[in-house]
């Protein structure tokens, strides 16, 4: 079992930037693959970035490409979004979610646990 607690969200400007928080407890974190994910109202949840388990690969949706970077510390059991000019459009909640599986892993039904979100909503 793993345990995910989200950080770092909030009101933002168009164009400003935050960093999300994902802390880790239970199992070993290294072990597994880490993502993130938003649902905006009404919609689905999507996939926003993914980082292998040793971070040596990461991989994003088309819409945050270049603008948002996924990191983790395994030494802290943590794992970062750092998002950069922030567009209105990505107003969402935002989740962490660990998966037990190799390879570029983008879809929510292949991830087994999930943080319980942060709101990011950036203003225009």
């Keep these: 079992q793993v345990h995910l607690v989200e950080s770092g969200g909030g009101l933002v400007q ?3 930037s935050l960093r999300l928080s994902c802390a880790a407890s239970g199992r ?3 072990i597994y693959t880490m993502g993130w994910f938003r649902q905006a109202p009404g919609k689905e949840r999507e996939f926003v970035a993914g980082i292998s388990f040793r971070g040596g690969s990461t991989y ?3 819409s945050v ?3 948002f970077t996924i990191s983790r510390d395994n030494a802290k ?3 970062y979004l750092q998002m950069n000019s922030l567009k209105p ?3 969402a909640v935002y989740y962490c979610a660990a998966a037990r599986v190799f390879g570029r892993v983008r879809t929510t039904k292949e991830y087994d ?3 319980q ?3 990011v909503t950036v203003s225009s």
Aim: aromatic letters at 16%; zero cysteines.
């Design 14 to 16: 168009a164009g400003g």
């Design 28 to 30: 070993t974190f290294s």
């Design 60 to 62: 994003y949706a088309d």
């Design 65 to 67: 490409e270049g603008r």
């Design 77 to 79: 059991n943590t794992v």
């Design 89 to 91: 459009e990505d107003t």
């Design 113 to 115: 646990y999930w943080g």
């Design 117 to 119: 979100g942060t709101q």
